[in-house]
Structure formats: C-alpha cells, structure tokens
C-alpha cells in the first residue's frame, strides 16, 4: 500500500506570499492531520480534517487554513507568509479504526524569504 | 498547557547497549502514548504505541508505561549504529490531535 505522499516536497517563497500544499493520504484513510515542524518549536499540531471537515485545530493563526476533498486529498494553505513560517510541513493520515495511529508523509520543506 | 517533556540529548550508548529514552506528560486523562523515530532531514517513522500500564515489546523494542508517574519510556535493545535518529515521544490529546515533546537525539557509536 503506497505512503502518504505530500507535494511539493521543496518551495521557496518570498514574505507575503501565499502557499498551497498538498497530501494524500494511505488509500483507505479518511483522517489527515497537518503538523508544522520547526528547530525552535518542534512539531506542533496545525489541524485535523475528517470526511472533508474540519474536526480539531491547534494554535495557530487564522493565516494558516486547510480543506479536505470527497477523495480525502487535503490542501493546506499560508496566506501572507512571514519569515517564522519557514518549517517542515508534514502531513499524516489514519484509519477509522486506528485513528490514534498517525502515519507521516515526507514533507514539504518550506522556506520563506 | 498539555506538555510532554524529553531530555534533548544527545545520548550517546556504545553499539550493542541499552539505550534507555525516557518522556513524562502533563494531561493525566491522556490514554494513548506513541513512539517515533526520525532521521534528519526525514519525517517521522512510528515505532512503538502503547495504551495499557506495563511493557509492550516489538522485537528490539520496549515501550513501557506508568500513567500513576505519567512516565513513558523506550528501550532500546542490542543498540546498532542505524538506531542513531531522534526519538519523538507522542501524546494523544483531545481529538485525534498529537502532542510531541521536543525529542531525543541518540548516537550510537561503532
């Protein structure tokens, strides 16, 4: 069974811009949870979608937004990037019935300048 | 604040040791306790989980448990050189939503 893929894996953006990215998560797996890893803070919880709605979110600013399609694809989105939003993005999906058990994509390492 | 705490490192074992990491967490109604290893530059790869007080065992893997002290550990047996990675202790919250501490790093030296 294929892994979670995320795309793109690498992105440059320049501050004020906004980004989009994307993950697909394990065929079969209906939750996806978005994760911002950085040196400083380590990984923080972004948010969870399930069945294409929002179910949990962490503490982050409203800049940071998410959706998940009828296929469970979930797209996430920075509006009006800062230089602090440089970070590993990872996705992570789960099953109905292990949802507890979370499973990483690779990444999408962003860098804003 | 729900926190979950490790020791940063890194802790360095000889190859063929114990290596011994160690987490405590802050929310008591905590129920479910993950293990994850992640190499640098990759994303993190789930070892071990554990749910119930006492010793899960996964081939050189241990996890072991104790909600009274809201302690979680992670023994590493016959420690190899490929162990060498950062080991991220995760605590499920509320939700579906993970909370991990900041990580140990492991050197295990030939």
């Known amino acids: 069974k294929a892994g979670v893929t995320q795309t793109p894996r690498y992105l440059i953006k320049t501050r004020g811009q906004q980004v989009t990215l994307s993950c697909s998560p394990i065929s079969g797996h209906r939750s996806v949870s978005w994760y911002q890893q950085t040196p400083g803070q380590g990984l923080q919880f972004l948010f969870e979608y399930f069945s294409e709605t929002q179910r949990n979110k962490g503490n982050f600013p409203g800049r940071f937004s998410g959706r998940q399609f009828s296929n469970s694809r979930s797209e996430m989105n920075v509006s009006t990037l800062e230089l602090g939003d440089s970070a590993l993005y990872l996705c992570?999906?789960?099953?109905?019935?292990?949802?507890?058990?979370?499973?990483f994509g690779p990444g999408t390492r962003l860098l804003v300048l | 604040q729900k926190e979950v705490e490790q020791n940063s490192g890194p802790l360095s074992v000889p190859e063929g040791a114990i290596a011994s990491l160690n987490c405590t967490y802050s929310?008591?109604?905590?129920?479910?306790f993950f293990w994850y290893r992640q190499y640098s530059g990759k994303s993190p790869e789930l070892i071990m989980s554990?749910?119930?007080?006492g010793d899960k065992e996964d081939g050189r893997f241990t996890a072991q448990l104790n909600k009274a002290s809201q302690y979680v550990s992670l023994l590493i047996r016959d420690s190899q050189p490929s162990d060498s990675a950062t080991y991220l202790c995760a605590v499920k919250n509320a939700g579906n939503m993970l909370t991990f501490g900041g990580g140990t790093r492991l050197m295990v030296k030939p």
């Open positions: 992570a999906s789960s099953s109905r019935l292990a949802e507890e058990t979370q499973y």
């Open positions: 554990i749910y119930s007080n």
């Open positions: 929310d008591r109604v905590s129920q479910s």
